[in-house]
């Protein structure tokens, strides 16, 4: 990752995603029904809700990996640009190749020369703290390992955008830690974070903003500490109070 840094963070951000009447249905069933959301530039964007919500398939339309059964997500007003994102699932998928190569083969679909690629990957190595294990085959990683280089893979080639699917769910807290590090550290360079989590002190620790679903539909969105301390909507109330709140409408 370089030192570039892009257009800080604003309080009043311009989006840089629009959703617009988001739907998405599968084998007859409506999963995703009406989002009308907006993502501010330069924010760290976290989306919660209980499993089934729709949170990462919501992730996964906005990043452009499924295209919509209606409505539409906008980048700049526009349709989505892919090569200006990156996304981290909660499952890392590494290349069959050595971590080292992880990173050239991203930079080498960028369009970078040898020397720029070998010059990013190596930093990148040595920000996500894995240069010692540069030659290692990245499946013989520890998941706490491999998470970290899928960051760094993503982030690599100075995303203006980055998508993570509950990145931390299975890992350790010294690993958690570590990811969220980086992911922050991205973030103070100006990138926009969007990002899916059931943890609460996590989205306190790197949420500026929160996005609930509920049944495939946006029950609230708003300032972190507004929809985390004190929600408006029936079923973020009862999630962040560990009540089951079931509605069966979508």
């Given at each position: 990752m370089r030192d570039t840094v892009k257009e800080p963070p604003q309080g009043c951000a311009a989006p840089i995603l629009t959703v617009r009447g988001l739907g998405f249905v599968a084998e007859g069933q409506t999963l995703l029904r009406g989002i009308d959301l907006e993502i501010a530039r330069g924010r760290r964007t976290l989306i919660m809700g209980a499993n089934g919500a729709g949170k990462s398939l919501l992730l996964r339309l906005l990043h452009g990996l499924l295209p919509p059964c209606s409505g539409a997500v906008l980048w700049h007003g526009e349709r989505p640009a892919r090569r200006a994102q990156a996304m981290v699932f909660q499952r890392p998928v590494m290349l069959r190749r050595s971590v080292i190569a992880n990173l050239r083969f991203a930079l080498r679909v960028q369009?970078?020369?040898?020397?720029?690629?070998?010059?990013?990957?190596?930093?990148?190595?040595?920000?996500?703290?894995?240069?010692?294990?540069?030659?290692?085959?990245?499946?013989?990683?520890?998941?706490?390992?491999?998470?970290?280089?899928?960051?760094?893979?993503?982030?690599?080639?100075?995303?203006?955008?980055?998508?993570?699917?509950?990145?931390?769910?299975?890992?350790?807290?010294?690993?958690?830690?570590?990811?969220?590090?980086l992911v922050n550290a991205a973030h103070a360079r100006g990138v926009t974070v969007v990002m899916v989590t059931h943890d609460r002190g996590q989205a306190r620790r790197m949420g500026d903003a929160v996005i609930f679903l509920h049944a495939g539909r946006v029950a609230e969105a708003g300032p972190r500490d507004q929809v985390?301390?004190?929600?408006?909507?029936?079923?973020?109330?009862?999630?962040?109070?560990?009540?089951?709140?079931?509605?069966?409408?979508?």
């Amino acid at each position: 990752m370089r030192d570039t840094v892009k257009e800080p963070p604003q309080g009043c951000a311009a989006p840089i995603l629009t959703v617009r009447g988001l739907g998405f249905v599968a084998e007859g069933q409506t999963l995703l029904r009406g989002i009308d959301l907006e993502i501010a530039r330069g924010r760290r964007t976290l989306i919660m809700g209980a499993n089934g919500a729709g949170k990462s398939l919501l992730l996964r339309l906005l990043h452009g990996l499924l295209p919509p059964c209606s409505g539409a997500v906008l980048w700049h007003g526009e349709r989505p640009a892919r090569r200006a994102q990156a996304m981290v699932f909660q499952r890392p998928v590494m290349l069959r190749r050595s971590v080292i190569a992880n990173l050239r083969f991203a930079l080498r679909v960028q369009g970078l020369g040898w020397r720029a690629r070998e010059a990013r990957a190596r930093e990148a190595l040595e920000t996500a703290h894995l240069t010692d294990k540069a030659r290692q085959p990245a499946r013989l990683l520890s998941g706490g390992e491999q998470q970290r280089l899928a960051v760094a893979r993503a982030l690599v080639c100075d995303p203006e955008v980055l998508f993570l699917d509950e990145p931390t769910s299975s890992l350790d807290p010294a690993s958690t830690q570590m990811i969220e590090t980086l992911v922050n550290a991205a973030h103070a360079r100006g990138v926009t974070v969007v990002m899916v989590t059931h943890d609460r002190g996590q989205a306190r620790r790197m949420g500026d903003a929160v996005i609930f679903l509920h049944a495939g539909r946006v029950a609230e969105a708003g300032p972190r500490d507004q929809v985390l301390d004190a929600p408006r909507s029936e079923a973020a109330q009862a999630w962040m109070a560990g009540r089951l709140y079931t509605c069966m409408d979508v």
